[in-house]
């Protein structure tokens, strides 16, 4: 089955510079790769996905670029502010909508003032 | 607005005893899912349901079942509770993005 390593596992960055998650994955069928961020006591939402056809994808602050011949795709937060501070998970399926959804063990994220 | 609901944000509960975790997604998707947090390990996958009454084990199915009677509701049965059952339970529906509920954190004593 798929296997999903993520991280680092904890990031601290001061407000205003960038955040920087990579994610490898291993099975190389997979084709979908999203991008969730829990915040404290909530569950987690979906912030950004990628499919395997596309390289980058951007969205206001956040963006996330995908190398499916070395099996990895990261998250990148530009100009970080402490809203952005929270626990932010990489998965992996074979296509949207797959019930084979595989996560990564999350990288908690602190933003500093 | 879409919505998966938990039916407790915090249980606390006797070694032991049957513990039933509700979970009801309003968006009539098929995938439904349970999955366990825990500090260190991420979020792993205990069962899943691709329709009613339909299951399916995941990574740690060992100690939990799970009942799909209704398309919007599944269920999360601990048989027999035990303290290494304490942990924050996280339940999802699926369409093309998964969409999680608030958790229920539940300690077992």
């Known amino acids: 089955g798929e296997n999903v390593e993520q991280h680092p596992s904890t990031l601290s960055v001061q407000e205003g510079d960038s955040a920087v998650i990579k994610c490898t994955y291993s099975?190389?069928?997979?084709?979908?790769f999203p991008w969730y961020k829990q915040e404290l006591g909530k569950g987690p939402q979906l912030i950004i996905d990628?499919?395997?056809?596309?390289g980058e994808k951007k969205d206001q602050r956040i963006a996330v670029t995908l190398n499916k011949t070395a099996k990895h795709f990261s998250l990148h937060i530009t100009e970080t502010q402490p809203e952005d501070s929270a626990v932010y998970f990489c998965?992996?399926?074979?296509?949207?909508?797959?019930?084979?959804?595989?996560f990564g063990k999350g990288t908690k994220l602190s933003v500093i003032p | 607005d879409v919505k998966v609901t938990q039916s407790s944000r915090y249980l606390v509960k006797r070694t032991g005893e049957k513990v039933f975790l509700e979970c009801v997604q309003d968006?009539?998707?098929?995938?439904m899912f349970w999955y366990r947090q825990d500090p260190g390990l991420g979020l792993r996958l205990i069962y899943f349901?691709?329709?009613?009454?339909?299951?399916e084990k995941g990574d740690i199915p060992e100690g939990y079942s799970v009942s799909r009677e209704k398309k919007e509701r599944f269920s999360l049965i601990l048989e027999s509770a035990s303290t290494n059952q304490t942990s924050m339970y996280l339940c999802?529906?699926?369409?093309?993005?998964?969409?999680f509920g608030q958790g229920t954190r539940l300690t077992v004593v």
């Open positions: 998965a992996a399926s074979r296509e949207a909508g797959s019930y084979q959804l595989t």
């Open positions: 099975d190389s069928a997979s084709n979908y």
């Open positions: 990628i499919r395997s056809n596309v």
């Open positions: 968006m009539d998707h098929e995938n």
């Open positions: 349901s691709y329709d009613v009454k339909m299951k």
């Open positions: 999802a529906s699926l369409n093309t993005e998964a969409f």
